[in-house]
């Protein structure tokens, strides 16, 4: 495996590990409302973040802007939009599923979906090889790793009321919708190449001019994600609470934002690294990781302290079957 190569797992890895843990500090926010903390982790996840990152890492950035074509913009920006719908039904099924099952089934999903399409659509000759055959059954198999988590989450619910159960069964439809949603931010990036292709013309390195596809993308996404919080806010009166404990919940909505856009910020010179399956077989191998670690930070939250042998065994059986997926999805991404 060359240099590049171990470089650009590496990096997803690590892009996986903060991102599997981005979601973890709202355990800990003490007098905030979750739409407190979900506009403060917006505002700072979606747009400071990401237009500093673009104004110090693309030299000419609004040069590169203002030529583009508004198609470019308009494609881009709707994926985003898409996605930006997905993500508050991320936060909410998160709250309902908890770390673990909320990751299996929506961080899943969405990592089958966003391997496929763009694999489909920008590499349709590496199918009918063998190594393409290779990442399919690594696709194939991190399908039956997620629902056997899943499964595992569910047995962990041990929901016995008919109430409890049709709350479980609404939190899991929302995290179903927000699953078949969540891939559109990686089709933002697939897609909206052209715009790191004109970074690099305007001077900016290859494996930064990702930095420039991130606030277009981000942009359609902040809309939904700022409408919701801001409409939750006035419904609920929450908003006296921004004068609360500011500096503790402030401080963990800011570490969301920080790992979040961190961890999309290192997968896309990740995927750089990777080469020609960089957003496709690296975008399923940053979601494995991504539930892998959320599971495992479930575990050692408690989540899982109460539940049954056998909601436990099938746990590590679907976290075993996710690191063989990423075994032959990193072997089945070689030498292309």
């Known amino acids: 495996m060359s240099r590049a190569l171990w470089l650009g797992l590496l990096l997803t890895l690590f892009a996986g590990l903060l991102s599997g843990n981005c979601m973890l500090p709202m355990k800990f926010t003490k007098r905030w409302a979750w739409e407190n903390t979900w506009l403060v982790f917006s505002l700072v996840s979606l747009v400071v973040i990401p237009w500093g990152l673009a104004f110090t890492q693309v030299p000419g950035i609004t040069g590169v802007y203002r030529a583009l074509p508004a198609s470019v913009w ?14 508050v039904l991320f936060g909410l099924s998160i709250v309902r599923l908890g770390l673990a099952l909320g990751y299996a089934i929506i961080v899943g999903l969405g990592a089958v979906l966003g391997t496929v399409v763009p694999l489909l659509v920008q590499n ?25 988590s899943a499964r595992a989450g569910r047995l962990r619910q041990g929901a016995t009321r008919a109430g409890t159960e049709r709350g479980y069964r609404t939190a899991l439809a929302l995290a179903l919708l927000c699953g078949l949603m969540a891939p559109m931010l990686n089709f933002a990036f697939a ?54 404990s500011w500096s503790l919940d402030a401080g963990l909505g800011c570490l969301m934002a920080v790992l979040w ?20 077989a690296g975008w399923a191998l940053f979601q494995i990781f991504m539930i892998i670690t959320a599971n495992v930070s479930g575990v050692l939250a408690g989540e899982w302290r109460v539940a049954s042998i056998k909601a436990k065994r099938e746990l590590w059986a679907g976290l075993a ?8 999805i990193a072997e089945g991404n070689l030498n292309l």
Do not use: C, H
């Not at 308009?74 to 993500?87: E, H, N, P, V, Y």
């Not at 055959?133 to 690594?138: F, H, K, S, T, Y």
């Not at 856009?261 to 496709?280: C, Q, W």
């Open 74 to 87: 308009l494609a881009t920006m709707g994926f985003g939009a898409a996605w930006g719908i997905a993500q």
């Open 124 to 148: 349709r000759d590496v199918i009918a090889t063998g190594r393409g055959a290779l990442i399919l059954a690594g696709v194939a198999i991190m399908a039956l790793g997620i629902a056997v």
């Open 191 to 244: 897609f909206g190449q052209s715009i790191a292709e004109a970074a690099v013309r305007q001077g900016a390195a290859p494996a930064a001019a990702g930095y420039a596809v991130w606030p277009v993308a981000l942009l359609g996404g902040l809309l939904p994600n700022l409408a919701y919080s801001v409409w939750l806010l006035s419904r609920n009166g929450t908003w006296s609470r921004f004068q609360d």
């Open 261 to 280: 856009m961190g961890a999309f910020a290192i997968y896309g010179v990740g995927s750089f690294y990777l080469g020609k399956l960089g957003t496709s």
């Open 321 to 328: 079957l996710l690191s063989l997926a990423t075994v032959m």
